[in-house]
T-cell receptor, first 112, second 112 residues
Framework: KAGVTQTPRYLIKTRGQQVTLSCSPI?????VSWYQQTPGQGLQFLFE???????NKGNFPGRFSGRQFSNSRSEMNVSTLELGDSALYLC???????????FGSGTQLSVL | GESVGLHLPTLSVQEGDNSIINCAYS??????FIWYKQESGKGPQFIID?????DKRQGQRVTVLLNKTVKHLSLQIAATQPGDSAVYFC???????????FGKGTRLSVIA
């Protein structure tokens, strides 16, 4: 069974640009969660989608958004990038309730 | 703020020794706990989980202990190997569809 796949693996952007990250969950998993990981803050919850609906949202500004498609694949978008958005963005999937999460390898975003 | 934290940021052990990684949580409503292992360049990998109606659970070379009285969680790794070197995170969920909350992690270094 294939694991969680995230693309791209690395991204370099400049301040003010926007970025879209993609996540394909494990086959059969309907819940997709996104986390931001930085050395100072650890893993911070961004949002969770289940059956194309946002079920939970973390404490991030509105520049961070996401969506989920009917095949459970998910994307997250960050608009008007800031230097502080540089981080590893992790996607995780689970079968139903977002508890036992299975993570992808992440997308490393660098904002210059 | 986060309700999950770790006592020690780093831990060094000799190969073959047992490792104990500790975690404190503050939310008495938490009912599910997970330990994750994150190696360099990878996403967190599920190790073992435990529900609040249990106080001990064993896996292959790993044991998780839960002490609800003092809100303490620990991960014990038997016969620690070089491949166990990684950052270990504890995570918790409170009841309902709340997101998984992660602690900041402990870096385990195995000395050969």
């Amino acid at each position: 069974k294939a694991g969680v796949t995230q693309t791209p693996r690395y991204l370099i952007k400049t301040r003010g640009q926007q970025v879209t990250l993609s996540c394909s969950p494990i086959s059969g998993h309907r819940s997709v969660s996104w986390y931001q990981q930085t050395p100072g803050q650890g893993l911070q919850f961004l949002f969770e989608y289940f059956s194309e609906t946002q079920r939970n949202k973390g404490n991030f500004p509105g520049r961070f958004s996401g969506r989920q498609f009917s095949n459970s694949r998910s994307e997250m978008n960050v608009s008007t990038l800031e230097l502080g958005d540089s981080a590893l963005y992790l996607c995780a999937s689970s079968a139903d309730r977002a508890e036992k999460l299975f993570f992808g390898s992440g997308t490393q975003l660098s904002v210059l | 703020g986060e309700s999950v934290g770790l006592h020690l940021p780093t831990l060094s052990v000799q190969e073959g020794d047992n490792s104990i990684i500790n975690c404190a949580y503050s939310n008495s409503a938490s009912d599910y706990f997970i330990w994750y292992k994150q190696e360099s360049g990878k996403g967190p990998q599920f190790i073992i989980d435990i529900r609040s109606n249990m106080d001990k659970r064993q896996g292959q070379r790993v044991t998780v202990l839960l002490n609800k009285t003092v809100k303490h969680l620990s991960l014990q790794i038997a016969a620690t190997q070089p491949g166990d070197s990684a950052v270990y995170f504890c995570a918790e969920i409170t009841s309902g569809n709340t997101p998984l909350v992660f602690g900041k992690g402990t870096r385990l270094s195995v000395i050969a």
